[in-house]
Nanobody, 123 residues
Framework: VQLQASGGGLVQAGGSLRLPCATSGHTSSNNAWGWFRQAPGKERDFVATIAASGGSTAYADSVKGRFTISRDDAKNAVYLQMDSLKPEDTAVYYC?????????????????WGQGTQVTVSS
């Protein structure tokens, strides 16, 4: 199973970006998705997760109210809409797919990972 994330880039503080991530060779409708991020010299942190079948969501406190995770099972894809971006959101963002229907905030619970996409927010 391969995950392909894209959509990163350089944006000014207060701006928006939308990160898509899609699978190839796998139907993801029964799996939970997650987004994580990793800044230089820091651990990989939870950002958001969405469950299968109805898609209940959960967010890190630092992004709640600014980021929105969504899924399109027809396209085997997940999206992260990021609004009101702050310089502290600068990181490499990773999408991940869990072999279970419930979401999780732990990176160890995800089996498949995308290659990461860089998001840089300037002040």
């Amino acid at each position: 199973v391969q995950l392909q994330a894209s959509g990163g880039g350089l944006v000014q503080a207060g701006g928006s970006l939308r990160l898509p991530c899609a699978t190839s060779g796998h139907t993801s409708s029964n799996n939970a998705w997650g987004w994580f991020r990793q800044a230089p010299g820091k651990e990989r942190d939870f950002v958001a997760t969405i469950a299968a079948s109805g898609g209940s969501t959960a967010y890190a406190d630092s992004v709640k109210g600014r980021f929105t995770i969504s899924r399109d099972d027809a396209k085997n894809a997940v999206y992260l809409q990021m609004d009101s971006l702050k310089p502290e959101d600068t990181a490499v963002y990773y999408c991940a797919l869990r072999t279970y229907y419930l979401g999780s905030d732990s990176p160890a619970q995800y089996r498949y990972w995308g290659q990461g996409t860089q998001v840089t927010v300037s002040s």
